[in-house]
């Protein structure tokens, strides 16, 4: 009994080690967002040269919440089309392979991207770039 629960222990502490952030939201990131916001997210990706030019999103000071509402952008301004950034809550709803999930769906993937970006800032920070 007790040398089970030593190996639980120990496979809880392997998980612990997992990533912080969903490796889905990382593969989101590569393919939607670093064209513009760079591999590392500060804004330097070979399509930056926009105007206005992509944020660099590790010194971006917005909180999960606020983050995943400028990502899915369907409830703020820019749901109207006036910025350079798409509106990826509806890019995310039309790529997802699930009928009738896609609302549902479409937020996990912002929460996912989401995650990672602020995964992406506490690494640019932990480097001090
Ligand atoms: C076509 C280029 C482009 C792509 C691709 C793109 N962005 Fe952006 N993004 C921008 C631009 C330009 C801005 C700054 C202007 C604006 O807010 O519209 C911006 C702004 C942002 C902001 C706002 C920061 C703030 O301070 O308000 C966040 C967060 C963000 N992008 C995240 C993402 C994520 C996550 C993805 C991928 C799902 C992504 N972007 C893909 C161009 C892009």
């Known amino acids: 009994m007790v040398r089970r629960l030593a190996a639980l222990g120990l496979f809880l502490a392997g998980c612990a080690r997992e990533p912080a952030y969903p490796l889905h939201g990382e593969a989101m990131y590569n393919r939607y967002c670093a064209s513009c916001h760079g591999l590392t997210g500060k804004g330097d990706g070979p399509a930056a040269a926009l105007s206005p030019p992509p944020t660099d999103l590790t010194k971006a000071d917005l909180s999960l919440p606020e983050l995943m509402k400028v990502i899915d952008g369907r409830r703020t301004v820019r ?49 001090g770039t």
Not at 80 to 90: D, I, L, N, Q, S
Not at 106 to 123: H, I, N, S, T
């Open 79 to 127: 749901a109207h089309g006036t910025a350079a950034m798409p509106v990826w809550g509806e890019v995310f709803e039309q790529t997802t392979p699930d009928p009738g999930r896609e609302h549902r769906q479409a937020l996990r993937d912002v929460q996912a991207v989401a995650e990672y970006v602020q995964a992406l800032k506490a690494r640019a920070r932990q480097e």
